[in-house]
Protein backbone atom coordinates (compact mmCIF):
# COMPACT_ATOMS: atom_id res chain seq x y z
CA UNK A 1 0.00 0.00 0.00
CA UNK A 2 2.86 2.34 0.56
CA UNK A 3 4.76 1.83 -2.58
CA UNK A 4 1.99 2.16 -4.41
CA UNK A 5 1.07 5.39 -2.93
CA UNK A 6 4.31 6.57 -3.61
CA UNK A 7 4.40 5.48 -7.07
CA UNK A 8 0.95 7.20 -7.56
CA UNK A 9 2.15 10.42 -6.34
CA UNK A 10 5.04 10.37 -8.47
CA UNK A 11 3.39 9.07 -11.36
CA UNK A 12 1.03 12.10 -11.36
CA UNK A 13 3.79 14.58 -12.11
CA UNK A 14 6.38 12.53 -13.38
CA UNK A 15 7.06 14.65 -16.69
CA UNK A 16 7.35 17.81 -14.30
CA UNK A 17 9.76 16.02 -12.44
CA UNK A 18 11.71 14.89 -14.80
CA UNK A 19 11.98 18.61 -16.70
CA UNK A 20 12.86 20.35 -13.19
CA UNK A 21 15.53 17.33 -12.43
CA UNK A 22 14.26 15.87 -9.53
CA UNK A 23 14.74 12.58 -11.28
CA UNK A 24 17.63 12.73 -13.45
CA UNK A 25 21.59 12.03 -12.33
CA UNK A 26 24.84 13.49 -13.51
CA UNK A 27 27.16 11.07 -15.14
CA UNK A 28 30.40 12.79 -13.98
CA UNK A 29 32.51 11.98 -10.79
CA UNK A 30 34.57 13.65 -9.06
CA UNK A 31 38.23 12.69 -7.84
CA UNK A 32 38.79 15.81 -6.09
CA UNK A 33 37.12 14.95 -2.50
CA UNK A 34 38.99 11.95 -0.51
CA UNK A 35 39.63 10.46 2.25
CA UNK A 36 36.73 11.46 4.13
CA UNK A 37 35.95 10.52 8.33
CA UNK A 38 32.31 8.85 8.41
CA UNK A 39 30.01 9.28 10.17
CA UNK A 40 30.31 8.77 13.78
CA UNK A 41 34.28 8.22 13.09
CA UNK A 42 35.46 11.66 13.54
CA UNK A 43 34.87 14.95 14.95
CA UNK A 44 31.79 16.19 13.37
CA UNK A 45 29.81 13.07 15.76
CA UNK A 46 27.36 14.65 18.50
CA UNK A 47 29.20 12.31 20.60
CA UNK A 48 32.69 11.84 19.31
CA UNK A 49 35.74 12.02 20.96
CA UNK A 50 38.88 11.63 18.64
CA UNK A 51 41.65 13.92 20.09
CA UNK A 52 42.40 17.11 18.00
CA UNK A 53 45.31 17.03 15.27
CA UNK A 54 47.20 20.15 15.01
CA UNK A 55 48.71 20.95 11.03
CA UNK A 56 49.89 24.81 11.24
CA UNK A 57 51.28 27.10 13.96
CA UNK A 58 49.38 29.80 11.45
CA UNK A 59 48.27 32.94 13.09
CA UNK A 60 44.69 32.26 12.59
CA UNK A 61 44.42 34.87 10.43
CA UNK A 62 44.25 32.37 7.22
CA UNK A 63 40.36 32.09 9.03
CA UNK A 64 39.24 35.48 8.82
CA UNK A 65 40.04 35.73 5.63
CA UNK A 66 37.05 36.23 3.17
CA UNK A 67 37.18 34.17 -0.35
CA UNK A 68 38.06 36.87 -2.55
CA UNK A 69 41.41 37.70 -0.30
CA UNK A 70 42.41 34.12 0.34
CA UNK A 71 42.29 33.54 -3.24
CA UNK A 72 43.94 36.51 -3.93
CA UNK A 73 46.85 35.90 -1.54
CA UNK A 74 46.94 31.88 -2.61
CA UNK A 75 47.00 33.11 -6.69
CA UNK A 76 49.86 35.64 -5.61
CA UNK A 77 52.27 33.04 -3.88
CA UNK A 78 52.00 34.54 -0.68
CA UNK A 79 49.89 31.62 0.78
CA UNK A 80 49.73 28.38 0.39
CA UNK A 81 46.92 25.94 -0.12
CA UNK A 82 47.97 24.05 2.44
CA UNK A 83 48.83 25.95 5.13
CA UNK A 84 45.67 27.76 4.46
CA UNK A 85 43.33 24.29 4.94
CA UNK A 86 45.17 23.58 6.99
CA UNK A 87 44.89 26.54 9.36
CA UNK A 88 41.16 26.07 8.88
CA UNK A 89 40.75 22.63 10.31
CA UNK A 90 43.22 23.35 12.85
CA UNK A 91 40.28 25.65 13.85
CA UNK A 92 37.31 23.34 13.02
CA UNK A 93 38.92 20.75 15.25
CA UNK A 94 38.94 23.64 17.84
CA UNK A 95 35.58 24.33 17.83
CA UNK A 96 34.36 21.13 16.52
CA UNK A 97 31.54 21.07 20.42
CA UNK A 98 29.16 22.97 17.50
CA UNK A 99 28.83 20.11 16.19
CA UNK A 100 28.60 21.78 12.56
CA UNK A 101 30.01 18.80 10.44
CA UNK A 102 28.37 15.60 9.58
CA UNK A 103 31.54 14.10 7.52
CA UNK A 104 34.37 15.70 8.34
CA UNK A 105 37.16 16.16 5.27
CA UNK A 106 40.28 16.57 7.36
CA UNK A 107 42.46 14.01 4.80
CA UNK A 108 41.27 14.58 1.97
CA UNK A 109 41.15 18.39 2.05
CA UNK A 110 44.99 18.51 3.04
CA UNK A 111 46.13 16.25 0.13
CA UNK A 112 44.26 18.51 -2.70
CA UNK A 113 45.82 21.23 -1.07
CA UNK A 114 49.18 19.77 -1.47
CA UNK A 115 48.19 19.10 -4.92
CA UNK A 116 47.11 21.88 -5.60
CA UNK A 117 50.43 24.02 -4.48
CA UNK A 118 52.85 21.09 -6.14
CA UNK A 119 50.97 22.32 -9.29
CA UNK A 120 51.15 25.73 -8.58
CA UNK A 121 54.94 25.28 -8.18
CA UNK A 122 55.69 23.50 -11.43
CA UNK A 123 53.24 26.27 -13.19
CA UNK A 124 50.83 23.53 -13.98
CA UNK A 125 47.28 25.41 -14.65
CA UNK A 126 44.77 24.86 -11.92
CA UNK A 127 41.08 26.19 -11.61
CA UNK A 128 39.67 29.58 -10.79
CA UNK A 129 39.15 28.62 -7.42
CA UNK A 130 41.76 26.36 -6.90
CA UNK A 131 42.62 25.68 -3.09
CA UNK A 132 39.29 27.66 -1.56
CA UNK A 133 37.66 26.06 1.04
CA UNK A 134 33.86 25.84 1.18
CA UNK A 135 31.66 23.54 3.22
CA UNK A 136 28.13 21.75 2.01
CA UNK A 137 24.93 20.61 3.58
CA UNK A 138 25.27 16.89 3.60
CA UNK A 139 21.91 16.61 1.60
CA UNK A 140 23.99 17.28 -1.94
CA UNK A 141 25.57 14.15 -3.09
CA UNK A 142 29.17 13.81 -2.76
CA UNK A 143 30.95 11.18 -5.47
CA UNK A 144 32.67 8.78 -2.66
CA UNK A 145 31.56 10.22 0.60
CA UNK A 146 28.53 9.31 2.69
CA UNK A 147 25.29 11.29 2.06
CA UNK A 148 23.11 11.27 4.53
CA UNK A 149 20.45 14.37 4.14
CA UNK A 150 20.91 14.57 8.56
CA UNK A 151 18.67 10.98 8.81
CA UNK A 152 19.68 7.49 10.42
CA UNK A 153 18.29 5.63 7.48
CA UNK A 154 20.96 7.48 4.57
CA UNK A 155 23.32 6.94 6.73
CA UNK A 156 25.17 4.11 5.02
CA UNK A 157 24.20 5.65 1.01
CA UNK A 158 27.61 7.02 -0.86
CA UNK A 159 26.43 8.16 -3.93
CA UNK A 160 28.45 6.99 -7.20
CA UNK A 161 28.82 10.60 -8.67
CA UNK A 162 28.47 13.91 -7.30
CA UNK A 163 25.50 17.04 -7.87
CA UNK A 164 26.56 18.92 -10.91
CA UNK A 165 26.24 22.18 -8.96
CA UNK A 166 28.75 20.48 -6.56
CA UNK A 167 30.87 19.11 -9.41
CA UNK A 168 30.81 22.54 -11.59
CA UNK A 169 33.02 23.69 -8.34
CA UNK A 170 35.07 20.79 -7.76
CA UNK A 171 36.61 21.35 -11.27
CA UNK A 172 37.20 24.53 -10.78
CA UNK A 173 39.33 23.76 -7.39
CA UNK A 174 37.85 23.96 -4.25
CA UNK A 175 38.22 21.57 -1.48
CA UNK A 176 35.36 20.50 0.49
CA UNK A 177 36.20 20.34 3.78
CA UNK A 178 33.13 18.85 5.24
CA UNK A 179 29.85 17.86 4.85
CA UNK A 180 27.86 19.91 7.37
CA UNK A 181 24.77 19.34 10.06
CA UNK A 182 21.60 19.68 9.18
CA UNK A 183 17.97 19.53 10.10
CA UNK A 184 16.90 15.96 9.64
CA UNK A 185 15.68 15.83 5.71
CA UNK A 186 15.60 19.47 5.50
CA UNK A 187 12.52 19.43 7.44
CA UNK A 188 12.88 22.13 9.61
CA UNK A 189 14.46 25.84 11.14
CA UNK A 190 16.35 24.49 14.04
CA UNK A 191 19.01 21.87 13.03
CA UNK A 192 18.43 20.31 16.58
CA UNK A 193 18.88 16.99 14.79
CA UNK A 194 18.03 13.69 16.79
CA UNK A 195 20.15 11.41 14.84
CA UNK A 196 23.87 13.40 14.91
CA UNK A 197 23.16 16.49 17.78
CA UNK A 198 22.35 19.60 17.42
CA UNK A 199 24.23 22.55 15.75
CA UNK A 200 25.08 25.12 17.81
CA UNK A 201 24.91 29.07 17.14
CA UNK A 202 28.56 29.91 17.37
CA UNK A 203 27.39 33.60 18.57
CA UNK A 204 25.60 31.51 21.57
CA UNK A 205 26.32 28.01 22.33
CA UNK A 206 22.77 27.62 23.72
CA UNK A 207 20.88 28.87 20.81
CA UNK A 208 20.21 27.06 17.38
CA UNK A 209 21.88 28.16 14.20
CA UNK A 210 18.61 28.13 12.37
CA UNK A 211 17.94 25.55 9.76
CA UNK A 212 17.53 23.66 7.89
CA UNK A 213 21.72 24.51 6.25
CA UNK A 214 22.11 25.14 10.10
CA UNK A 215 25.84 23.20 10.01
CA UNK A 216 26.96 25.40 6.90
CA UNK A 217 25.72 28.74 8.62
CA UNK A 218 27.64 27.81 11.93
CA UNK A 219 30.35 26.91 9.65
CA UNK A 220 30.86 30.04 7.76
CA UNK A 221 30.20 31.94 11.20
CA UNK A 222 32.64 30.15 13.23
CA UNK A 223 35.31 30.88 10.51
CA UNK A 224 35.70 27.27 9.68
CA UNK A 225 35.76 28.01 5.45
CA UNK A 226 34.76 31.23 3.85
CA UNK A 227 31.76 30.04 1.37
CA UNK A 228 29.31 26.90 1.45
CA UNK A 229 26.52 25.90 -0.46
CA UNK A 230 22.94 25.43 1.47
CA UNK A 231 19.62 24.45 0.21
CA UNK A 232 16.80 26.43 0.84
CA UNK A 233 12.47 25.40 0.10
CA UNK A 234 11.14 27.47 2.08
CA UNK A 235 13.66 29.44 4.40
CA UNK A 236 16.27 26.24 5.15
CA UNK A 237 19.14 28.76 3.78
CA UNK A 238 18.14 32.06 4.61
CA UNK A 239 16.76 31.55 8.01
CA UNK A 240 20.35 30.33 9.22
CA UNK A 241 21.97 32.61 7.44
CA UNK A 242 20.23 35.48 9.66
CA UNK A 243 20.73 34.16 12.76
CA UNK A 244 24.12 33.20 12.21
CA UNK A 245 24.73 36.45 10.47
CA UNK A 246 26.38 34.98 7.65
CA UNK A 247 24.73 36.42 3.95
CA UNK A 248 22.59 33.37 2.35
CA UNK A 249 21.29 33.72 -1.20
CA UNK A 250 18.02 31.69 -2.74
CA UNK A 251 18.12 31.90 -5.99
CA UNK A 252 15.84 32.14 -8.87
CA UNK A 253 13.29 28.85 -9.12
CA UNK A 254 10.55 29.95 -11.30
CA UNK A 255 8.52 27.70 -12.80
CA UNK A 256 11.50 25.44 -12.81
CA UNK A 257 12.34 26.16 -16.57
CA UNK A 258 14.91 29.03 -17.44
CA UNK A 259 14.45 30.88 -14.83
CA UNK A 260 15.82 27.91 -12.13
CA UNK A 261 19.53 29.30 -11.45
CA UNK A 262 20.85 26.36 -10.27
CA UNK A 263 20.15 22.36 -10.64
CA UNK A 264 19.10 20.70 -8.45
CA UNK A 265 20.19 17.04 -9.94
CA UNK A 266 21.97 15.15 -7.45
CA UNK A 267 20.00 17.00 -4.62
CA UNK A 268 18.15 15.12 -1.72
CA UNK A 269 14.52 17.10 -2.71
CA UNK A 270 11.34 18.51 -0.80
CA UNK A 271 9.56 19.88 -3.01
CA UNK A 272 10.64 20.29 -6.57
CA UNK A 273 8.45 23.22 -7.67
CA UNK A 274 10.32 25.20 -4.48
CA UNK A 275 13.35 23.77 -3.80
CA UNK A 276 17.14 25.41 -4.87
CA UNK A 277 20.87 25.37 -3.99
CA UNK A 278 22.15 28.48 -2.63
CA UNK A 279 25.25 29.80 -1.85
CA UNK A 280 26.22 31.52 1.83
CA UNK A 281 28.89 33.11 2.82
CA UNK A 282 30.49 36.35 4.91
CA UNK A 283 30.19 38.86 2.12
CA UNK A 284 28.17 39.43 -0.67
CA UNK A 285 31.22 40.14 -3.04
CA UNK A 286 32.11 36.31 -2.00
CA UNK A 287 28.29 34.59 -2.83
CA UNK A 288 29.13 36.59 -6.45
CA UNK A 289 32.09 34.64 -6.62
CA UNK A 290 30.17 31.23 -6.23
CA UNK A 291 27.22 32.67 -8.23
CA UNK A 292 29.72 33.54 -11.23
CA UNK A 293 31.42 29.88 -10.70
CA UNK A 294 28.08 28.01 -11.14
CA UNK A 295 26.49 30.17 -13.74
CA UNK A 296 29.70 31.54 -15.86
CA UNK A 297 27.05 34.96 -15.88
CA UNK A 298 29.16 38.19 -15.97
CA UNK A 299 30.22 40.09 -13.10
CA UNK A 300 28.12 41.83 -11.06
CA UNK A 301 28.26 45.60 -9.78
CA UNK A 302 27.08 47.66 -6.83
CA UNK A 303 24.10 49.47 -8.09
CA UNK A 304 24.37 53.20 -7.21
CA UNK A 305 22.19 53.90 -3.87
CA UNK A 306 20.05 56.35 -5.93
CA UNK A 307 18.82 53.78 -8.50
CA UNK A 308 17.75 51.76 -6.12
CA UNK A 309 14.13 51.09 -5.25
CA UNK A 310 12.66 48.97 -2.08
CA UNK A 311 9.23 48.15 -1.17
CA UNK A 312 8.06 47.81 2.27
CA UNK A 313 5.03 45.54 2.49
CA UNK A 314 4.33 46.32 6.68
CA UNK A 315 0.82 45.21 6.63
CA UNK A 316 2.43 41.28 6.80
CA UNK A 317 6.06 41.08 6.43
CA UNK A 318 6.87 43.63 9.35
CA UNK A 319 4.33 42.48 11.84
CA UNK A 320 4.40 40.22 14.53
CA UNK A 321 8.42 40.94 14.50
CA UNK A 322 10.22 40.63 17.99
CA UNK A 323 10.63 44.63 18.72
CA UNK A 324 14.87 43.92 19.19
CA UNK A 325 14.75 42.72 15.62
CA UNK A 326 12.33 45.65 14.40
CA UNK A 327 15.00 47.69 15.81
CA UNK A 328 17.39 46.52 14.40
CA UNK A 329 15.99 46.13 10.29
CA UNK A 330 14.44 49.71 11.00
CA UNK A 331 17.95 50.96 11.77
CA UNK A 332 19.26 49.95 8.67
CA UNK A 333 16.42 51.10 6.34
CA UNK A 334 16.96 54.67 8.37
CA UNK A 335 20.84 53.86 7.04
CA UNK A 336 19.54 53.15 3.41
CA UNK A 337 17.54 56.13 2.80
CA UNK A 338 19.90 58.39 4.35
CA UNK A 339 22.54 57.28 1.27
CA UNK A 340 20.30 57.92 -1.02
CA UNK A 341 17.65 54.21 -1.33
CA UNK A 342 14.35 55.00 -1.83
CA UNK A 343 11.87 53.38 0.09
CA UNK A 344 8.65 52.65 -1.06
CA UNK A 345 5.94 51.87 1.82
CA UNK A 346 3.33 49.76 0.06
CA UNK A 347 1.67 46.73 1.22
CA UNK A 348 1.58 43.12 -0.89
CA UNK A 349 -2.10 42.69 -1.04
CA UNK A 350 -3.29 38.87 -0.39
CA UNK A 351 0.50 37.79 0.38
CA UNK A 352 -0.97 35.87 3.76
CA UNK A 353 -3.96 33.92 2.12
CA UNK A 354 -2.29 33.18 -0.72
CA UNK A 355 0.58 31.61 1.02
CA UNK A 356 -1.32 29.77 3.15
CA UNK A 357 -3.68 28.54 0.53
CA UNK A 358 -0.38 27.28 -1.25
CA UNK A 359 2.60 26.72 0.66
CA UNK A 360 1.90 23.57 2.87
CA UNK A 361 0.14 21.32 0.44
CA UNK A 362 2.55 21.98 -2.44
CA UNK A 363 5.65 21.60 -0.32
CA UNK A 364 4.04 18.09 1.55
CA UNK A 365 2.39 16.59 -1.38
CA UNK A 366 5.36 16.61 -3.55
CA UNK A 367 7.90 15.93 -0.72
CA UNK A 368 6.31 12.06 -0.87
CA UNK A 369 6.57 12.46 -4.52
CA UNK A 370 10.36 13.81 -5.02
CA UNK A 371 12.14 11.92 -2.39
CA UNK A 372 11.27 7.79 -3.58
CA UNK A 373 12.40 9.08 -7.19
CA UNK A 374 15.67 11.07 -5.81
CA UNK A 375 16.43 7.47 -3.79
CA UNK A 376 15.76 5.04 -6.61
CA UNK A 377 17.66 7.50 -9.54
CA UNK A 378 20.86 7.36 -7.23
CA UNK A 379 20.39 4.01 -6.01
CA UNK A 380 19.67 4.83 -2.73
CA UNK A 381 20.18 1.55 -0.46
CA UNK A 382 16.56 2.16 1.06
CA UNK A 383 13.32 2.81 0.20
CA UNK A 384 11.92 6.20 0.95
CA UNK A 385 9.45 4.09 3.26
CA UNK A 386 12.79 1.93 5.04
CA UNK A 387 14.16 6.26 5.71
CA UNK A 388 10.92 7.37 7.19
CA UNK A 389 10.83 4.36 9.92
CA UNK A 390 14.06 5.41 10.52
CA UNK A 391 13.47 9.14 11.37
CA UNK A 392 14.50 10.37 14.31
CA UNK A 393 14.07 13.78 15.18
CA UNK A 394 10.12 14.11 16.75
CA UNK A 395 9.32 17.79 14.82
CA UNK A 396 10.01 15.88 11.63
CA UNK A 397 8.03 13.09 12.48
CA UNK A 398 4.79 15.35 13.14
CA UNK A 399 5.71 17.35 9.26
CA UNK A 400 5.91 13.98 8.13
CA UNK A 401 2.73 13.25 9.52
CA UNK A 402 1.08 15.63 8.66
CA UNK A 403 2.08 15.59 4.76
CA UNK A 404 0.40 12.22 4.71
CA UNK A 405 -2.85 14.48 5.12
CA UNK A 406 -2.46 16.33 2.05
CA UNK A 407 -4.74 15.44 -0.88
CA UNK A 408 -4.49 15.65 -4.66
CA UNK A 409 -6.89 18.35 -5.17
CA UNK A 410 -5.48 20.40 -2.38
CA UNK A 411 -1.95 19.72 -4.09
CA UNK A 412 -3.65 20.28 -7.58
CA UNK A 413 -5.12 23.94 -6.55
CA UNK A 414 -2.12 25.03 -4.80
CA UNK A 415 0.14 24.43 -7.77
CA UNK A 416 -2.33 25.75 -10.75
CA UNK A 417 -4.56 28.33 -8.94
CA UNK A 418 -3.12 29.90 -5.56
CA UNK A 419 0.92 30.09 -6.74
CA UNK A 420 0.50 31.59 -9.82
CA UNK A 421 -1.67 34.58 -7.69
CA UNK A 422 0.51 34.47 -5.67
CA UNK A 423 3.38 34.86 -8.68
CA UNK A 424 1.65 37.43 -10.50
CA UNK A 425 0.40 39.50 -6.71
CA UNK A 426 4.52 40.08 -6.76
CA UNK A 427 5.06 40.60 -10.22
CA UNK A 428 2.18 43.27 -9.80
CA UNK A 429 3.57 45.03 -7.05
CA UNK A 430 7.09 45.64 -8.71
CA UNK A 431 5.20 46.68 -11.75
CA UNK A 432 3.03 49.45 -9.58
CA UNK A 433 5.22 50.32 -7.18
CA UNK A 434 8.24 50.01 -9.60
CA UNK A 435 10.66 48.77 -7.14
CA UNK A 436 13.39 46.25 -8.01
CA UNK A 437 13.56 44.28 -4.55
CA UNK A 438 11.20 44.47 -1.05
CA UNK A 439 13.16 44.49 1.93
CA UNK A 440 11.71 42.48 5.04
CA UNK A 441 12.93 41.12 7.91
CA UNK A 442 14.68 38.09 7.48
CA UNK A 443 12.96 36.02 10.81
CA UNK A 444 10.11 37.94 12.87
CA UNK A 445 11.92 36.58 16.03
CA UNK A 446 15.98 36.06 17.22
CA UNK A 447 17.66 32.58 17.53
CA UNK A 448 15.81 30.07 19.98
CA UNK A 449 17.12 28.59 22.82
CA UNK A 450 18.16 24.91 21.99
CA UNK A 451 15.06 22.29 23.06
CA UNK A 452 16.10 18.86 23.49
CA UNK A 453 12.62 18.21 24.56
CA UNK A 454 11.95 19.57 20.73
CA UNK A 455 8.64 21.20 22.57
CA UNK A 456 8.92 24.18 19.62
CA UNK A 457 9.40 26.62 22.29
CA UNK A 458 9.56 30.52 20.83
CA UNK A 459 9.14 33.94 22.36
CA UNK A 460 8.40 36.72 20.68
CA UNK A 461 8.95 40.15 22.66
CA UNK A 462 9.06 37.59 25.79
CA UNK A 463 6.30 36.06 25.71
CA UNK A 464 6.18 32.60 24.56
CA UNK A 465 4.41 31.24 21.65
CA UNK A 466 1.68 28.78 21.92
CA UNK A 467 1.30 26.28 19.50
CA UNK A 468 4.12 23.27 19.31
CA UNK A 469 6.81 22.51 16.91
CA UNK A 470 5.09 23.36 14.10
CA UNK A 471 3.90 26.66 15.35
CA UNK A 472 7.30 27.41 15.92
CA UNK A 473 8.10 26.21 12.59
CA UNK A 474 5.28 28.66 10.71
CA UNK A 475 6.25 31.36 12.48
CA UNK A 476 10.39 31.23 11.69
CA UNK A 477 9.81 30.76 8.25
CA UNK A 478 6.51 33.09 7.67
CA UNK A 479 8.31 35.80 6.27
CA UNK A 480 10.32 33.67 4.06
CA UNK A 481 7.77 31.47 2.74
CA UNK A 482 5.50 33.80 0.06
CA UNK A 483 9.02 34.46 -1.93
CA UNK A 484 10.23 31.01 -1.73
CA UNK A 485 6.73 29.97 -2.56
CA UNK A 486 6.69 32.42 -5.49
CA UNK A 487 10.04 31.38 -7.03
CA UNK A 488 11.43 34.16 -6.20
CA UNK A 489 15.34 34.82 -5.86
CA UNK A 490 15.98 36.21 -1.91
CA UNK A 491 19.17 37.42 -0.38
CA UNK A 492 19.24 38.05 3.53
CA UNK A 493 22.07 39.99 4.46
CA UNK A 494 23.08 40.75 8.48
CA UNK A 495 22.32 44.26 10.00
CA UNK A 496 23.55 43.77 13.67
CA UNK A 497 23.31 41.95 16.86
CA UNK A 498 19.87 42.11 18.89
CA UNK A 499 20.10 43.11 22.69
CA UNK A 500 21.08 39.17 23.60
CA UNK A 501 23.55 39.52 21.16
CA UNK A 502 22.19 37.07 18.13
CA UNK A 503 22.52 38.59 14.75
CA UNK A 504 19.40 39.92 12.93
CA UNK A 505 18.90 39.21 9.43
CA UNK A 506 17.24 41.54 6.47
CA UNK A 507 15.98 39.75 3.53
CA UNK A 508 15.45 41.34 -0.14
CA UNK A 509 13.28 39.46 -2.67
CA UNK A 510 13.31 40.12 -6.17
CA UNK A 511 11.63 39.29 -9.47
CA UNK A 512 11.89 35.77 -10.63
CA UNK A 513 14.85 35.85 -12.66
CA UNK A 514 16.55 39.07 -11.46
CA UNK A 515 19.40 37.86 -9.50
CA UNK A 516 22.27 39.62 -10.91
CA UNK A 517 20.11 43.06 -10.16
CA UNK A 518 19.69 41.12 -6.43
CA UNK A 519 22.96 40.94 -6.26
CA UNK A 520 24.09 44.22 -7.44
CA UNK A 521 21.37 46.13 -4.84
CA UNK A 522 22.94 43.67 -2.33
CA UNK A 523 26.38 44.54 -2.73
CA UNK A 524 25.44 48.47 -2.20
CA UNK A 525 23.54 47.73 0.69
CA UNK A 526 26.58 45.80 2.31
CA UNK A 527 28.93 48.72 1.58
CA UNK A 528 26.29 51.21 3.43
CA UNK A 529 25.51 49.06 6.51
CA UNK A 530 28.95 47.28 7.03
CA UNK A 531 29.46 44.04 8.40
CA UNK A 532 28.70 42.59 11.76
CA UNK A 533 31.35 41.71 14.67
CA UNK A 534 32.58 37.74 14.63
CA UNK A 535 31.45 35.57 17.30
CA UNK A 536 33.69 35.36 20.09
CA UNK A 537 34.20 31.38 20.57
CA UNK A 538 35.64 30.11 23.64
CA UNK A 539 38.80 27.71 22.88
Known amino acids: MKESQSRGRRAFLGTALKTTGALAVASSTSTLLTGCVPPDAGPAGATGSAGITRHTAGSGREADLSATDALAQMQSGRLSAERYISALIDRAQEHRSLN ?44 GVPTTSGTPGLKDFTPSVSAPVLQALLEKGVIVIGKANMHELGLGVTSTNAAFGAVQNPYDVT ?22 LGTDSVGSLRVPAALCGVVGMRPSVGNGGKERRYSMVGVAPVSHTRDTVGPMARSVADIVLIDNALTGAPAV ?29 QGALDKLKAHGVTL ?13 NTASAL ?7 DFPGYLWETAAPHS ?11 DVQAVLKAGKSVTRDQYVKALTDTRPKLMQAYADYFEQQNVQAIVFPTVPATAPLIDPSYSGAL ?81
Open 100 to 143: AFITFNETGAIETAKRIDAARAANKPVGPLAGLALVINDNINTA
Open 301 to 329: TARPAHEIRLGVPRGYFWSGVDRDVASQC
Open 344 to 356: VEADLPDVDTLTR
Open 459 to 539: SIDGVAQPGGSMAALSAMIRNVDPGSCAGLPGLSLPVGLASNGIPVGLSLDARAGGDADLLAIGMTLESILGLIAPPRLSA
Open 207 to 228: RIPGGASGGTAAALAARFAPVG
Open 384 to 394: FWDVLEQVKSP
Open 363 to 369: TLFELYM
